[in-house]
Structure formats: C-alpha cells, structure tokens
C-alpha cells in the first residue's frame, strides 16, 4: 500500500514523521493517517509533496508500473494525471461534474427503458 511505502521510504531518508509533513507542508496527523493507510486516497497534490521531500519520482510512491494491467486505481491516478496534463485545472472538475451526472442519469434512463 502507499502509506507502507512512504513509511518505508521516510525511514530510509532519517526522516521523522514531523519532519516530512513539515517540509511537505501537511499536517503531522494527515501524514500519519496516510502511513497507516487510514486515508486511502490523498490527492495528488499531496502525494507530488510527499514525493519531492522524499526525492522519489511519484510514481514510486503510487506503485504505477508500465504494465497493461493497470489496477483500478491506478487507472484513476492515471486519470488525475491527463486532465492535470491536459490543463484541466481542479477547480475546473466541478464544471465537468455536471456533464458526468447527465451521463449517468442518461445511462439510468436507458437501463429502464431497456428492460421493459
């Protein structure tokens, strides 16, 4: 898991648990949950912070491999990752939130008329 690894990774360093969420600029108790796999889904952001203290690609921490068969959420990560790349900035997902819940509504109503 990732907090296993930025456990395992912070050791290595002779970073204590302060010291990283100090230069990481996040709470003691944020990071802590997130070692302890408490908080299962930090933010890239937060995780691009871990990192650069750490002096490890991102990639590490999040265990993305080149291989095709990409864990869920990994894709997801993935995911974040483009619409980053792409330009999309965060406050922006709110606008495309809109969009996704047409298309869900949409799939519903399609659902129903298909069973009957």
């Not at 709470?27 to 937060?46: A, D, H, T």
């Not at 999309?88 to 399609?110: G, P």
């Amino acid at each position: 898991m990732i907090g296993r690894k930025i456990h395992k990774i912070r050791k290595k360093r002779g970073l204590t648990l302060s010291e990283l969420a100090d230069r990481a600029n996040i709470s003691k108790s944020y990071l802590s949950n997130i070692e302890r796999n408490l908080k299962q889904n930090p933010s890239i952001l937060v995780m691009e912070k871990i990192a650069t203290v750490l002096d490890v690609e991102l990639h590490t921490l999040l265990e993305i491999t080149s291989d095709s068969t990409m864990q869920p959420e990994s894709a997801w990560v993935e995911f974040a990752r483009e619409l980053q790349e792409s330009g999309i900035e965060k406050e922006q997902l709110k606008d495309y939130k809109t969009v996704l819940e047409f298309i869900k509504w949409q799939n519903r109503n399609c659902e129903g008329k298909n069973n009957v």
